[in-house]
């Protein structure tokens, strides 16, 4: 089969013949027709993700959008022809799906939902399952609380934005003046990211604060986001939550902070089931119309992989990445 293979960190990505892979026990084999292509994807094949564990040489892709080809022994729920999604590797020695077939573990995957294409399914999983264990996992979020989701525009934003409003929650986002449209027509009130801490306090909680923070953009946003929960029942969620931080704001107000590490399941091979299950609530929310992801009008395909990195690291993206592998 063909895929696209990185022999050396900062290097040329390059499509290359190699063996197509089997389905082993607990595995399905998958004819990859698409694949989403995440930030972490570029620092990967720069060398700069020590903490995804890649071994050269590698195929990456983290997201996946396919067709099941055949089932390794001991898989239930998926057959030949299922159309699935998921998270299902590129990290840790794990292959990923910038190649046309992919040997998954069974239980990172879902059925795809009927209204979903394959580009649109191979968008969702890192996204999603990202902004999942931030509030359902760690905040808990429920109806009628109040959530902060700093970034509300970008790929983990907009998934927490919409799952916060299906979890009944009052929900504000942080964006640039460009964004407020997209941010307001997912359900939530607009904070212009310029404004102070103090200043979006007042305005919107009386100053008190709110229940719940989830900080995408990280650095000096999640010091901001210390100072921007609830007093005594706050919680701040980030999945950027690197570098040095203090956190006496947060202490000052009695609140909580959680960190995200979405990739822990495909590097330690524990937890795996429960990506799977996140999967099928992203199904059962875009069955009921509550989530829509944005992509990229670009079509990338697997000659061209360098090129959608490329567009990452420029800051050019109007929406998330996806290659296609398969038409």
Not at 70 to 93: F, K, L, P, Q, S
Not at 105 to 132: C, G, K, N, V, Y
Not at 217 to 224: E, K, P
Request: proline fraction near 3%; glycine fraction near 12%.
């Amino acid at each position: 089969m063909q895929a696209v293979v990185l022999s050396a960190f900062g290097a040329a990505l390059s499509l290359q013949e190699v063996a197509r892979p089997v389905a082993a026990p607990g595995q399905v084999l998958v004819r990859v027709h698409a694949s989403g292509v995440n930030p972490l994807d570029a620092k990967i094949a720069a060398g700069k993700a020590d903490h995804a564990g890649a071994v050269l040489p590698a195929i990456l892709g983290i997201d996946m959008a396919g067709v099941v080809v055949e089932t390794g022994a001991g898989v239930e729920g998926y057959r030949a022809g299922d159309r699935v999604y998921g998270m299902t590797g590129g990290v840790g020695g794990v292959p990923g799906s910038l190649a046309e077939y992919a040997a998954v573990d069974a239980r990172l995957l879902a059925h795809m939902p009927d209204q979903l294409s394959m580009r649109e399914a191979a968008a969702l999983p890192l996204i999603f399952i990202t902004a999942w264990e931030g509030l359902v996992d760690r905040a808990r979020v429920s109806a009628g609380k109040t959530v902060l989701v700093h970034g509300g525009a970008g790929g983990v934003g907009h998934m927490a934005v919409q799952l916060a409003v299906a979890l009944g929650a009052r929900v504000y986002a942080t964006g640039s003046a460009a964004q407020r449209g997209v941010i307001e027509s997912m359900g939530a009130t607009f904070i212009d990211r310029d404004t102070s801490v103090d200043d979006y306090l007042r305005q919107h909680t009386d100053g008190e604060g709110f229940d719940v923070v989830y900080d995408t953009v990280g650095g000096a946003v999640l010091d901001a986001s210390f100072r921007a929960a609830r007093r005594y029942h706050g919680h701040v969620v980030s999945c950027l939550g690197w570098g040095t931080h203090a956190l006496a704001p947060l202490s000052f107000r009695a609140a909580t902070y959680s960190g995200v590490f979405t990739l822990l399941p495909l590097l330690s091979g524990t937890g795996r089931a429960a990506h799977g299950a996140i999967m099928r609530e992203a199904s059962a929310l875009i069955a009921a119309g509550k989530l829509k992801v944005t992509l990229d009008p670009t079509h990338y395909t697997l000659d061209s992989v360098d090129a959608a990195h490329h567009a990452l690291a420029e800051r050019t993206t109007r929406g998330k990445l996806v290659v296609s592998v398969t038409e």
